[in-house]
């Protein structure tokens, strides 16, 4: 099993382009979770999921849109990336419940010029 | 309001020295879990333990332990006879039933030298 699996690893943006974070479990978990990681910060939840064809708003939901067609899958997107917006990001999933353990992707490393 | 903290931003060993992680957390709930993440150098964040509310044994995994306190509202993490590989950073998080978020403290960070 190759858990849960982030594309791209690394990015490199311009202010006002977008872009689309992919994640991939293999686990069969219902549930599904992006965060965001900055300095100093810990990690904040930016949307999640609690199954096939949901999702809804974490702590810092602004400026970011979701989507999970897909039991496996769940895409970040950016409309209209700002500098702000440069942070590592995390995918985690986990089996039937919001208190299950949640298991990571690698991260990826997005940078906002 | 934070619900998590760990007070220790950075935390600074030679190896084989016992080094103890605080959490400090905050709920209401009666039914909550905590957990220990670490985040070694290359960046991906590893599971090491979930804890529920209703078990406070501590926990012995090797060199690591766990020291659960509802009394105190503080889930401890020591590693005895530290060595290089766990240079990391930790985070300590908690769930709660009534909440859709895993929230995290805001890590410590651990160096230990040889």
């Known amino acids: 099993n190759a858990g849960v699996t982030q594309t791209p690893k690394f990015r490199v943006l311009k202010t006002g382009q977008s872009m689309t974070l992919l994640c991939a479990q293999d686990?069969?978990?219902?549930?599904m979770y992006w965060y965001r990681q900055d300095p100093g910060m810990g990690l904040r939840l930016i949307h999640y999921?609690?199954?096939?064809?949901?999702?809804a708003k974490g702590e810092v939901p602004d400026g970011y849109n979701v989507s999970r067609l897909k039991k496996q899958n769940f895409l970040l997107g950016l409309e209209s990336a700002a500098p702000s917006q440069t942070s590592v990001y995390f995918c985690?999933?986990?089996?039937?419940?919001?208190?299950?353990?949640?298991?990571f992707g690698p991260g990826t490393r997005l940078t906002v010029l | 309001a934070q619900k998590v903290t760990q007070a220790q931003t950075e935390i600074s060993v030679v190896e084989k020295e016992d080094v103890t992680l605080d959490c400090v957390y905050e709920?209401?709930?009666?039914?909550?879990?905590l957990f220990w993440y670490k985040q070694p150098p290359s960046g991906e964040l590893v599971f090491l333990i979930r804890?529920?509310?209703?078990?406070?044994q501590n926990e012995i995994s090797g060199r690591y332990s766990w020291n659960f306190q509802k009394s105190t509202s503080s889930f401890n993490f020591t590693i005895t006879a530290s060595q290089v590989v766990d240079s990391a950073v930790y985070f300590c998080?908690?769930?709660?039933?009534?909440?859709?978020?895993?929230?995290f403290g805001k890590g410590t960070m651990l160096l230990v030298s040889p």
């Open positions: 985690a999933s986990s089996f039937d419940s919001r208190t299950d353990t949640q298991y």
């Open positions: 686990m069969n978990h219902e549930y």
């Open positions: 999921s609690v199954g096939e064809g949901t999702t």
């Open positions: 709920t209401r709930d009666t039914t909550y879990y």
């Open positions: 804890r529920n509310s209703f078990d406070e």
């Open positions: 998080a908690l769930s709660e039933e009534g909440y859709s978020t895993l929230t």
